[in-house]
Nanobody, 116 residues
Framework: QVQLVESGGGLARTGGSLTLSCVASRSTFSVYNIAWYRQTPGKEREFVAALTRSGVSRSGTENYAECVKGRFTVSGDNAKKTGYLQMDNLKPEDTAVYYC?????WGRGIQVTVSS
């Protein structure tokens, strides 16, 4: 069974940066389309960003939640079976557990904490 494993989380200061990675455990698994969500205690899991690619050229469309637009960048490298979420200019309200979502599978989640 394919697993998705996130890494790169941890503690950052306001204004700092972190890069999350999401690796698929099976080499034949495609990460052409990847989404990131986050969740804080007592709240619903919310959409953060998504990369959607289709067609022969695999040109991609990026979508972002308004609260992260201009600060976060989603990308993917299918050769490495890895998706990324580059998070810049972090704010305390970005503190959450972040999950990647690929082909109906969820990662286990990784904590991101931003100190003020």
């Amino acid at each position: 069974q394919v697993q998705l494993v996130e890494s790169g989380g941890g503690l950052a200061r306001t204004g700092g940066s972190l890069t999350l990675s999401c690796v698929a455990s099976r080499s034949t698994f495609s990460v052409y389309n990847i989404a990131w969500y986050r969740q804080t205690p007592g709240k619903e899991r919310e959409f953060v960003a998504a990369l959607t690619r289709s067609g022969v050229s695999r040109s991609g469309t990026e979508n972002y939640a308004e609260c992260v637009k201009g600060r976060f960048t989603v990308s993917g490298d299918n050769a490495k079976k890895t998706g990324y979420l580059q998070m810049d200019n972090l704010k305390p309200e970005d503190t959450a557990v972040y999950y990647c979502y690929v082909d109906s599978l969820w990662g286990r989640g990784i904590q991101v904490t931003v100190s003020s």
